[in-house]
């Protein structure tokens, strides 16, 4: 429990009464924010809402890593606009914009008001650069910082790009080679996510879900279910605790295989891309034998998962595991043993341990900067109530960081998952889920495997979604992409993005 | 040198022999087209229908229709069934050349058909696409990715994907078309020169999928573009897109190859 009387504090994956949060007058709310994060919280969300009344409430979501607990806390805004909070607490900065655009109020005092998605306010009338309602909003058309000067140039990359990978935009302020800056500016693949889940649960609810990022399916899937299953105050049984987990961490394992393969290919290196391609597809061709979707599609759903995992499933998986590792081994052994990729990995794209925090980095890339986050150990749900996964982190906060710390992953992955399916609980791996309490709200958070994926659930007087909110990790970290571009080579733009490879889709929803 | 060496040896030779030899075991869980035995349906009958998320399944309890352009593949009707009349099979073939050959009667599937005689001279034996992610997940751009790895090894075809859409004969599109990547998909597709060719992968690119209807997306590139190839899946298999990718070429229908 916190003794700030300014929040109700709740575990992950757990639900409380609405009535239960605090609703504090806005200047007491956004000290208690700041005074919070300066005491090392971190914000998991703050968003906003419309209320019945059509007031805007601003909801913040923090995490307190330290006794395993988040705190909600709430406020009316009187008017469309509120003293920004960014200037005395920079992780907010993004989350600013997003309620900025959603529900055209505007942070008074934001350094960097700049819209995110490029998408009209869900509130009519009400816009917070005071464009028209019927005025079109043109994508990436915004006020880009520039660097003037004689011999500055500016590079603009996207929102197609050279290879098949998702849309963004790229905009580098350049002195010959050198990147002065980089904006990134994105919401190309915006599709409504968010206001789509309003009303709901409904028969499209957790396929959205699914496709909110397609390489985190099993990871936003369990985030859903984990706020459902509050909200409806069912209790899973333990075996499905444990197939979520191992299909959790299958999915880290396929996607930091293809990043350490997509790293080595990046720099020209072409035996360890060539064998990370494959071995990337031994993990979902794993995940497929589970659950027949490559993406853990369909397989975790409310009340459980749909697939089970039988006696000779389970030592074929096994099987598959341990060759797939195997193999990966001898792969990215390379790597480590070569020169000329050590020469291109280290001192490239670092980001400090100060700017990580200041920015509430989350994943891969925080812990390669040596900040200890990690849901799976800080807010443990679920399987990771019972089973622990030894957290790695690295110092040096560069694409090295970034490449070794995720085969320090997989391997700490594959125990754990070979762990599971040796001692896989009993009973049945389903169940109906109740019906969801009215005026309540739950707090999810998953560490998918580019970092902590955070739900928040409102439910109206009649049990329906009044708000879901969804926080993508990419969300937290594609600025921290852009500090690290700073003072490097521009060639080494793709090197640094790859090492990052964050989702654009899950940031845009 | 050494080290290089002796795992490139034990990393062996992984290309799969399909399509001259058998295509690569799928998961037994695998679900490829649906096979659906109309005659278990009882009167009236709609669960299957009011389970779909996407509105695919259309029936009366005696006529049954199946979009597979919006199918998700998911296992909601299956399970809705009283009957255990729809049932997966592992038949990854699914691409059709047109939107009409997606709406499935559960038994029979009009596969697609080649190009005709020139358009195949021109591109039977070279394809460069641009690939425009327009709003997807990533999934279907993930399982694209793949087909260029050693394991499917594309280029073998002479198909590759291209940066350029300067260099391309086709387009290759993924995701519902968010509002926000329609001017960008139309700009690409202008910019490859004629005659080009428009394949649409994944239940998002052919009908917006579970994006269907927002008013942030434009249900798919079929009202934007002509579209030559469809290629369901929620993402299709890597194989399902490859035989989409060869039939087109008329390169896995040898009765027409040999003419």
């Known amino acids: ?509 | 040198m050494w080290q290089v060496i002796r795992a490139r040896w034990r990393q062996g030779q992984r290309t799969i022999s399909y399509p001259a030899g058998p295509a690569p075991a799928l998961s037994d869980r695998f679900r490829g087209l649906p096979i659906v035995e109309a005659s278990k349906c009882p009167a009236g009958c709609r669960e299957c229908a009011e389970a779909c998320p996407t509105e695919a399944i259309s029936t009366d309890g005696s006529r049954f229709q199946l979009d597979l352009g919006r199918c998700l593949f998911c296992t909601e009707c299956s399970e809705a069934c009283p009957e255990g009349a729809i049932q997966y099979s592992s038949d990854y073939r699914l691409a059709t050349r047109t939107r009409e050959d997606l709406l499935y009667d559960g038994q029979t599937l009009k596969l697609a058909e080649a190009l005709d005689q020139q358009t195949r001279r021109l591109f039977g034996r070279s394809l460069k696409l641009r690939q425009v992610c327009a709003g997807g997940s990533g999934a279907s751009e993930a399982d694209l990715n793949v087909l260029s790895t050693v394991v499917f090894d594309l280029a073998r075809f002479g198909i590759q994907f291209v940066a350029s859409p300067r260099h391309a004969d086709g387009l290759v599109v993924t995701g519902p078309v968010s509002e926000n990547m329609r001017a960008a998909l139309l700009e690409v597709y202008e910019a490859i020169p004629a005659p080009k060719l428009v394949i649409a992968v994944g239940a998002e690119a052919i009908s917006g999928g579970v994006f269907r209807g927002h008013d942030e997306t434009h249900d798919g590139a079929a009202s934007l573009l002509p579209l030559d190839l469809f290629i369901p899946g929620w993402p299709p298999h890597p194989l399902t897109i490859l035989d989409g990718f060869l039939r087109l070429l008329g390169r896995l229908d040898f009765s027409i190859s040999s003419e």
Not at chain 1, 70 to 89: G, H, I, K, N, Y
Not at chain 1, 136 to 154: C, K, L, N, S, T
Not at chain 1, 178 to 184: K, N
Not at chain 1, 274 to 303: E, H, K, Q, W
Request: charged share 20%.
């Open chain 1, 1 to 509: 429990m916190t003794d700030d009387r300014r929040f109700a504090a709740l575990h992950n994956a757990q639900a409380l009464p609405r009535r239960e949060i605090p609703l504090l007058p806005f200047a007491e709310f956004r000290q208690a924010v700041i005074e919070a994060v300066r005491r090392g919280k971190t914000v998991a969300a703050l968003f906003a809402d419309a209320a019945a009344d059509g007031a805007v409430v601003l909801h913040a979501v923090l995490g307190d890593a330290h006794r395993a607990t988040l705190l909600v806390s709430q406020t009316r805004l009187e008017r469309d606009a509120f003293d920004s909070f960014t200037p005395d607490c920079p992780q907010v900065y993004l989350f600013e914009r997003e309620i900025a655009e959603q529900f055209g109020v505007r942070p008074a005092g934001h350094p960097w008001l700049k819209p995110v998605r490029f998408h009209h306010s869900y509130r009519p009338g009400h816009d917070a650069w005071g464009r028209a309602e019927n005025e079109p909003i043109e994508v990436g058309v915004m006020d880009f910082y520039r660097v003037e000067g004689d011999e500055i140039h500016e590079v603009g990359v996207g929102p197609v790009h050279a290879g098949v990978i998702e849309p963004g935009h790229f905009r580098f302020q350049c002195h010959g080679e050198q990147v002065l800056h980089l904006e990134i500016s994105l919401g190309y693949s915006h599709r409504g996510v968010e206001r789509s889940l309003i009303g709901g649960p409904g028969k499209r609810t957790i396929h959205a879900i699914e496709a909110t990022s397609g390489d985190s399916s099993i990871g936003h899937a369990s985030a859903y279910c984990q706020a459902v299953e509050a909200l409806s105050a069912t209790s899973i049984p333990l075996r499905a605790d444990a197939l979520r987990g191992v299909m959790l961490e299958l999915e880290r394992l396929a996607n930091h295989t293809g990043d350490l393969g997509a790293l080595a290919g990046d720099v020209g290196f072409l035996p360890t891309a060539s064998y990370c391609g494959r071995i990337r597809g031994d993990f979902l061709n794993l995940t497929a034998l589970v659950c027949g979707s490559r993406f853990g599609r369909a397989m975790v759903r409310p009340g459980g998962v749909t697939f089970d995992i039988e006696e000779t499933r389970r030592a074929q998986a096994l099987d598959r595991l341990d060759r797939a590792l195997a193999d990966l081994k001898g792969a990215v052994e390379l790597l480590w043993n070569a020169t000329s990729v050590q020469a291109r990995f280290e001192g490239v794209g670092g980001v400090t341990r100060d700017d990580c925090l200041a920015l509430g980095m989350v994943g891969p890339a925080a812990r390669a900067c040596g900040v200890p986050v990690d849901v799976r150990g800080d807010f443990p749900a679920g399987i990771f109530r019972f089973a622990q996964i030894p957290i790695s982190t690295m110092t040096t906060g560069d694409v090295f960081a970034r490449a070794y710390l995720r085969w320090l992953e997989i391997q700490r992955s594959a125990a754990f998952v070979r762990e599971q399916l040796q001692t896989l609980p009993s009973g049945p791996h389903r169940l109906t889920p109740a019906a969801l309490r009215p005026d309540c709200l739950a707090v999810s958070l998953v560490e998918g495997w580019r970092g902590q994926i955070c739900h928040v659930a409102l439910t109206d007087e009649r049990g329906r979604f009044a708000r879901y909110k969804i926080v993508d990790p990419s969300f937290h970290n594609w600025t921290g992409l852009a500090l690290a571009l700073r003072d490097q080579q521009i060639s080494d733009f793709p090197l640094c993005n790859k090492s990052f490879n964050l989702s654009y889709c899950g940031h845009d929803l």
